[in-house]
């Protein structure tokens, strides 16, 4: 990666991720990515993810090395600025108030808006409309569904980066956000992240257990084995392959062509001596 591009590149150098600060070494990180482009984080429990992911945000500090955005050294902008620069989405996003799931979202736009205005309203609009909310537009958060409650966070994040400012490249960090969702709303949600990466320039780095959602939306995947062990990262097609899940999850998988080309697995356990696997 290098001239403009590198310059916007969501860069995690040298970075090492530990559960605590005396923990054991999770997972060790060399990698540059790219805006424009959707990247799955995948791994077993336990291997870090979630760690690995709140670095990135800038929310927790890496037992070594730094992230940068391109050449800037996260720790280093301001918090304003960061915030209009880059969104993040926990595994588990808690609202202990009764907060409507409008006002929700419209928190998203906290770090871009000074006055109330009829472009700001639309903005928070057309983010709910995206994640299908808007009808829930005035339910108290705490009477929701989770899926619902998942979809009112994405729309909130979508809302915070939905326009470009000028300051560089824009980073949407997801950790699970598929979790709580039927299968649906799964591939809706995305295909919608994959498009705003390809429409937007948006970089979107997502968790995810479901490596056949990481097959059909990722751009690229960061794998993450854990124990330690360096991450690797590289297109979809090369990391996530047969060979790969025997070692990393200890599974058997087949591939399976779908009738729109794109490639998916079915899964089982690897198989034991005198124990028939049927697939």
């Known amino acids: 990666m290098s001239g403009p591009v590198a310059s916007q590149a969501l860069v995690c150098a040298g970075l090492q991720v530990r559960a605590s600060a005396h ?19 995948v791994g ?54 009764a907060f ?25 609009q057309s983010a709910m409309d995206s994640m299908g ?31 470009p400012h000028g300051l560089g490249s824009q980073w949407l960090l997801l950790d699970e956000p598929t979790a ?19 429409t937007q320039g948006l970089g ?13 939306y990722a751009h690229e995947v960061l794998l993450v084995p854990g124990q330690g062990r360096a991450a690797e990262l590289g297109a979809v097609a090369d990391i996530l392959t047969p060979d790969c899940m025997a070692r990393v999850w200890g599974i058997h998988s087949e591939a399976v062509r779908m009738q729109d080309g794109a490639l998916q697995y079915l899964f089982a356990p690897a198989p034991r001596p005198g124990v028939e696997l049927c697939l």
């Open 23 to 41: 923990g054991p070494l999770l997972a060790t990180v060399q990698a540059a990515l790219a805006p424009g482009r959707l990247t799955a984080i």
């Open 44 to 97: 077993p429990n336990g291997a870090g993810k979630s760690t690995l992911m709140a670095v990135m945000a800038g929310l927790r500090q890496p037992a070594a090395g730094r992230v940068c955005l391109g050449a800037e050294p996260l720790h280093r902008l301001p918090a304003a600025q960061l915030a209009r620069r880059m969104a993040f989405m926990a595994q588990e996003t808690q609202v202990a108030f």
């Open 100 to 124: 409507s799931a409008q006002e929700v979202v419209e928190m998203g736009r906290y770090p871009h808006r000074q006055q109330p205005s009829h472009q700001e309203a639309q903005i928070v």
């Open 133 to 163: 909310v808007a009808h829930l537009a005035r339910r108290e958060v705490t009477t929701l569904s989770g899926g619902e409650r998942a979809r009112v966070q994405l729309a909130r994040v979508l809302a915070q980066l939905w326009q």
């Open 180 to 198: 709580a969702l039927d299968l649906q709303h799964q591939h809706q949600v995305m295909a919608l992240l994959r498009i705003r990466a390809q």
């Open 204 to 216: 979107v780095v997502v968790v995810l257990h479901d490596l056949n959602l990481a097959l059909r």
